[in-house]
């Protein structure tokens, strides 16, 4: 597994517990950077801090793609990693789109339901295809 790869986890991990405990997005990501038990390197925290930043204009963008399912209905991982996605895809110009997506929907065939790698994948390439038309 690359270091990139383990740093989508990580972030992953950190948005939804923070959201699992109705916590502020990335609530935890400063106890987890303490936390030796828990590294978390300097990409997992950049994606943490930059979904939260970004957090409204993700989750308009997503929502209004997602056919037939709103935020709230999703599944808190898929969420999580549309929103790592999607911002890997709109705002870090050093990661290719296709391996933003390839990287979402790995995590989310190993972490969610059997449907949310095929959702994940699909939700994201719509992103890429819109991104020209998409102010961020």
Not at 54 to 64: K, N, T, V, Y
Not at 83 to 102: H, K, Q
Request: aromatic fraction near 6%; avoid cysteine; glycine fraction near 4%.
């Amino acid at each position: 597994m690359s270091a990139r790869t383990k740093s989508r986890k990580r972030a992953l991990d950190i948005l939804f517990e923070s959201e699992a405990q109705s916590l502020a997005p990335g609530g935890t990501l400063a106890d987890r950077r303490e936390s030796t038990d828990y590294p978390v390197n300097d990409y997992a925290v950049s994606l943490v801090e930059g979904v939260v930043l970004h957090r409204d204009r993700l989750d308009e963008i997503i929502a209004e793609n997602a056919k037939d399912w709103t935020l709230d209905r999703m599944p808190a991982v898929d969420r999580n990693l549309l929103r790592i996605g999607a911002y890997e895809i709109l705002y870090v110009e050093d990661v290719p789109d296709a391996v933003a997506v390839s990287e979402a929907v790995a995590l989310a065939a190993d972490l969610s339901t059997d449907e949310s790698s095929a959702f994940v994948n699909g939700l994201l390439s719509k992103i890429i295809e819109l991104k020209p038309t998409l102010s961020a």
